[in-house]
């Protein structure tokens, strides 16, 4: 008795031949108006509706009118070019330069399968440069397991990610992800200096002042990790440039100091301001503080 298989053909040359269909108006039954460019994109209902429901449900409500084309004004349309070939193909071309905008495609379309690909390409592509653009793009879109892998990165090259300077355009919530992580493995004076520039950066470009720019950011400042001389010298600069860091995080810092000097048990357990991170640079007064945990 013969047993029945499931045998694959060539998945290369099926790709191959989709996409002739995809660039041809042969065929075609709707038209896709998209971009500012106003861009015309021919397409086939059957494939795309089954592919993807949001632009199914869009069919449905033009099928009274298959001749109207459908105006998609907001999306780029070298972006949707490269949606309707992973529709068609299951596969698609992706650099760093086009990453971030299909990422938002496809989860705005609904493509899972498209989000997992473009999400997987950005993972094994992280450089310190790609890294801040990526953790905005993750943030922003609420991708969580790509933002997870991009703290990841970012903190075990802190030192060179910092050193990049390619975290100065980043959204503030994905900056304070960076600010915020344990795992930094970066010494606090080059947080300090970090989360200037980047104040700095924004200050420059919207006319905002550094104080305003930085109020959400310099909180994720470890603050008591500094010895009496770095805070001395750090509260003088932070003067100078407007009180960029607020003179309560040095109040809080000044008394800690003042207590453990005096031989006092100071109550810091679950302070952020007072928990060391993986790259800090060992201090005798770090005994007090809460510890980095793995």
């Known amino acids: 008795m013969s047993s029945m298989a499931v045998k694959n053909g060539s998945n290369e040359k099926f790709a191959q031949q989709m996409k002739l269909g995809l660039f041809s108006k042969e065929f075609s039954d709707v038209k896709f108006v998209v971009g500012d460019q106003k861009k015309i994109i021919y397409g086939h209902r059957i494939i795309i509706g089954l592919r993807c429901a949001l632009l199914q449900k869009l069919f449905q409500e033009s099928a009274s009118r298959p001749e109207v084309p459908i105006v998609l004004s907001d999306v780029n349309p070298d972006t949707f070019q490269q949606m309707l070939d992973f529709m068609y193909t299951n596969t698609v071309q992706i650099s760093q330069n086009s990453a971030m905008d299909l990422l938002g495609t496809a989860i705005e379309y609904g493509l899972q399968d498209l989000q997992a690909v473009v999400s997987e390409y950005i993972t094994e592509n992280l450089d310190v440069d790609f890294a801040a653009n990526a953790l905005h793009a993750a943030v922003y879109f609420e991708v969580a397991h790509l933002e997870t892998k ?51 950066n924004g200050a420059v470009k919207t006319g905002t002042p550094l104080k305003l720019i930085v109020a959400r950011v310099v909180l994720k400042l470890r603050i008591a990790i ?35 000097k005096n031989g006092r048990s100071v109550p810091v357990e679950g302070k952020s301001w007072a928990t060391l991170r993986k790259g800090t640079k060992a201090l005798d007064h770090h005994q007090f503080l809460n510890p980095y945990m793995e």
């Open 150 to 200: 991009c703290l990841r990165f970012i903190a075990q090259n802190a030192q060179a990610f910092l050193k990049s300077k390619s975290y100065l355009d980043m959204g503030e919530q994905a900056f304070i992800k960076v600010m915020d992580c344990d795992d930094l493995q970066v010494d606090e004076v080059e947080v300090n200096k970090a989360i200037f520039e980047w104040g700095k």
């Open 226 to 260: 500094f010895d009496v001389e770095l805070l001395e010298n750090i509260e003088r600069f932070s003067e100078s440039e407007g009180d960029y860091i607020p003179p309560e995080m040095f109040q809080f810092a000044w008394k800690f100091h003042a207590q453990i």
